[in-house]
């Protein structure tokens, strides 16, 4: 995980490829909307989407 300046980690790995079928990161399971605005998304937001990310990973509808 990558730190930004304000304290919330991104979940970016470094694998950037977004899966057709989910419309999800590969990497990172954001959505292509999530990572755009991620850079400027308050710490509140942030912890919103890595909240999203838990529940998709769990969510056996995901795709591996």
Not at 13 to 26: F, I, T
Not at 36 to 58: C, G, N, P, T, Y
């Amino acid at each position: 995980m990558n730190t930004v300046a304000s304290g919330t980690p991104s979940p970016c790995v470094s694998l950037c490829k977004m899966n057709p079928d989910s419309a999800l990161c590969e990497g990172c399971w954001r959505t292509l909307d999530e990572i755009i605005m991620w850079s400027s998304a308050s710490d509140a937001v942030k912890q919103e989407i890595w909240h999203k990310i838990e529940l998709r990973k769990s969510s056996p509808a995901q795709p591996a």
